[in-house]
């Protein structure tokens, strides 16, 4: 078992930054790929970023590519999500999420991922 806790969200306004977090515990991670995914108000739950824990290869949504940065430390055992030019449309509750057996098609979809975070508000204000 993987439990994710995320925190760093907040109130920004538009053209701001925001760094989130996610730490994972519960067992030592090694093959996992980890997301961050969000969902607004009557939207479905979207991919924005994942990265590969052992390796660090990253995937980005194209909405999001060029402003948001996916990291990890090994060491912390946490993932960070470094969220720059802050647009409206980014306002949603973000999640992060673990997957073990994952390819670089499943990566992209919520339902795959085996553990999630209770998430964290994000708000950008126009």
């Known amino acids: 078992q993987v439990q994710l806790v995320e925190s760093g969200g907040g109130l920004v306004q538009a053209g701001g930054s925001l760094r989130l977090s996610c730490a994972a515990s519960?067992?030592?991670?090694?093959?996992?790929?980890m997301g961050w995914f969000r969902q607004a108000p009557g939207k479905e739950r979207e991919f924005v970023a994942a990265?590969?824990?052992?390796?660090?290869?990253?995937y980005y949504a194209d909405s999001v590519k060029g402003r948001f940065t996916i990291s990890r430390d090994k060491g912390k055992n946490t993932m960070y999500l470094e969220m720059n030019s802050l647009k409206a449309e980014d306002t949603a509750v973000y999640y992060c999420a673990a997957d073990s057996l994952w390819t670089l098609t499943t990566l992209l979809r919520p339902y795959e991922y085996d553990y999630w975070g209770q998430g964290t508000q994000v708000t950008v204000s126009s």
């Open positions: 519960g067992r030592t991670l090694s093959r996992e790929v």
């Open positions: 990265i590969t824990w052992s390796g660090g290869n990253t």
